[in-house]
């Protein structure tokens, strides 16, 4: 079983910056495969960022060159680091974790791009 624990969602401003970060438990977290989803108000969730140990990563069109996704396996922790926020930013934030055929979330965390 793995655990996620997200932080670090708040109300920016467009244009601003804002890192988010999750928690993972478990003592394998280095072999787990890493993701950030996210979901708008009346849509679908949303695969936006992957990261594979050591730091291989993909990025969904949208948020190319504005995110980066990073991961600290000695603290068993991955990041989202966004730049350029734009108000179809703003949705719920969820971390992923895929462990084998087992696939683990977070509770979310929510991003709120607006003046």
């Known amino acids: 079983q793995v655990q996620l624990v997200e932080s670090g969602g708040a109300l920016v401003q467009p244009g601003g910056s804002l890192r988010l970060s999750c928690a993972a438990s478990?003592?394998?977290?280095?072999?787990?495969?890493m993701a950030w989803y996210r979901q708008a108000p009346e849509k679908q969730r949303e695969w936006v960022t992957s990261?594979?140990?050591?730091?291989?990563?993909n990025y969904a069109d949208s948020v190319k060159g504005r995110f980066t996704i990073s991961r600290d396996n000695a603290k068993n922790m991955v990041y989202l680091h966004m730049d350029s926020l734009k108000p179809d930013d703003t949705a719920v934030y969820y971390c992923?974790?895929?462990?084998?055929?087992?696939?683990?979330w977070g509770q979310g965390t929510q991003v709120t791009v607006s003046s």
């Open positions: 478990g003592s394998g977290f280095s072999g787990y495969a």
């Open positions: 990261i594979t140990s050591p730091s291989t990563t």
């Open positions: 992923n974790a895929r462990v084998g055929a087992e696939s683990y």
